[in-house]
């Protein structure tokens, strides 16, 4: 079974940063794109960023351009998504998902990320 477990959220001032991990199981990781995704209180998902298997095209959503770094490590089977200069608008739950269209992949368990003061 595919499985895509997030973690690393948590409380977090205005400003401050966070690193995001995403371990994957049960598919060959390194074939895949993925894709970050959150969904804030309310709100509908929104699509985060996506990196190709081999890392070698990289996008993101204007709302996180310049502040969000996304990498994976394709021998570890584990996706990252390094934060910094978040905003209270980035306060949703942060999830991994399987391939090129975020709307139709698997997606695991994800982690709450809230940036208050």
């Known amino acids: 079974d595919v499985q895509l477990q997030a973690f690393g959220g948590g409380l977090v001032q205005p400003g401050g940063s966070l690193r995001l991990s995403c371990a994957a199981s049960g598919f060959i990781f390194s074939r895949y794109t993925m894709n970050w995704v959150r969904q804030a209180p309310g709100k509908d998902v929104e699509w985060v960023s996506k990196?190709?298997?081999?890392?070698?095209?990289?996008e993101y959503a204007d709302a996180v351009k310049g502040r969000f770094t996304i990498s994976r490590d394709n021998a570890m089977n584990t996706l990252y998504l390094q934060m910094s200069g978040l905003k209270s608008e980035d306060t949703a739950v942060y999830y991994c998902?399987?391939?090129?269209?975020?709307?139709?992949?698997?997606r695991g368990q994800g982690t709450l990320v809230t940036v208050s003061s």
């Open positions: 990196i190709r298997s081999d890392s070698s095209i990289i």
């Open positions: 998902v399987r391939g090129v269209d975020y709307k139709l992949g698997p």
